[in-house]
């Protein structure tokens, strides 16, 4: 017989399970060795390099139903199994939140994004993935399912450290919640990176909702890429509530805090001062953006 060459990940069995209990029940019996596959853009980088070396892999894309993007009951809610490319595609997500819509255009690539998923995208704890700072900015909550049911968990709870969630290993993401905004609301997420395609040398996501006066009723701020998980930068959002977004002074105020709240490592995209400055820049711009959009006429 032919010498056959070893795989390159380590051995692992393979699970398709075709219902939510039924994953549940599998990462429950197979404990600290099982992992859930969705999309695969970073589980299996992982497998290959034998960062991760589970002993099953539990492929939750056969499970049916977990794959919508609605409104209801006062909530925007996305299944665990959405793509990003469905993210980018989706009119209803443009147009109220676009925020959410200007990260999927800046993840990764079209091939990444034609499989990557949203529960994926926040289930990894990766700091320089995008969406963790804009469900930070939305207020957005994250429903884990396990063996007693649902848990919503607010997504300031969920990032624990690089990598590491408030998910339990027998938990599955399943969705993601988002309050409907008010009227006169906005949100914008800027990236900057080293080419196309590349991870944020340090994102911002930004959503306000003006008053009657316009000015800021409400303010949500996320970083992406400057610290060990995404960062809710809340005094910059408490200092340019009741402040007007035209005000040069409040934003530049608030845009120093921002960077304040960042704790960037210095790497080969840059030193930790010039993502600082990267912040303020992105937030500064943000601020206009999002305001812009959340005026009578603007998108979203
Ligand atoms: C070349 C490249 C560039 C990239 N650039 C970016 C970028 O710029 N910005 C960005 O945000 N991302 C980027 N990514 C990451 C990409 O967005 C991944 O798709 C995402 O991080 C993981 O989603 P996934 O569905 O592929 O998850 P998988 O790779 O399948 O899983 C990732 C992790 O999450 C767990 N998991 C997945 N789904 C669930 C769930 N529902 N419940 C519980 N646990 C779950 C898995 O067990 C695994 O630990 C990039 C990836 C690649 C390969």
Request: charged letters at 20%; a positive charge.
């Amino acid at each position: 017989m032919k010498h056959r060459p070893p795989l390159i990940p380590s051995a692992f069995e393979y699970a398709s399970p075709r219902s939510v209990p039924e994953a549940i029940a599998l990462l429950r019996n197979r404990g600290d060795g099982a992992k859930v596959l969705a999309g695969g853009q970073s589980l299996i980088p992982l497998l290959k390099l034998r960062l991760a070396s589970p002993t099953v892999v539990i492929d939750i894309n056969g499970i049916p139903g977990l794959d919508y993007i609605k409104e209801n009951g006062g909530f925007l809610k996305i299944g665990a199994l959405v793509r990003m490319a469905d993210v980018e595609a989706s009119d209803l997500l443009l147009r109220k939140y676009p925020v959410i819509h200007d990260a999927s255009e800046v993840i990764a690539d079209p091939l990444v994004r034609n499989l990557g998923t949203v529960g994926g995208n926040l289930s990894h704890g990766d700091p320089a993935n995008d969406l963790p700072a804009v469900m930070l900015a939305l207020g957005g909550k994250l429903v884990a399912t396990g063996p007693s049911g649902d848990r919503v968990i607010p997504a300031e709870s969920f990032f624990v450290d690089s990598f590491t969630t408030a998910l339990n290993h027998d938990e599955i993401l399943t969705e993601v919640r988002v309050p409907v905004p008010g009227p006169r609301s906005g949100g914008a997420y800027l990236k900057h990176e080293l080419k196309v395609g590349d991870f944020a040398t340090a994102g911002v996501a930004v959503q306000v909702g003006l008053g009657p006066k316009g000015e800021c009723k409400s303010v949500g701020i996320g970083l992406t890429g400057v610290g060990p998980t995404a960062i809710k930068a809340r005094a910059a959002e408490e200092a340019l509530i009741g402040r007007r977004p035209g005000d040069g002074d409040a934003v530049r105020a608030a845009a120093k805090l921002a960077a304040e709240s960042a704790d960037p490592a210095s790497d080969i995209r840059g030193t930790a001062q010039y993502k600082r400055d990267v912040v303020a820049l992105l937030f500064r711009r943000g601020v206009q953006m999002a305001s812009d959009r959340a005026r009578p006429g603007g998108a979203g």
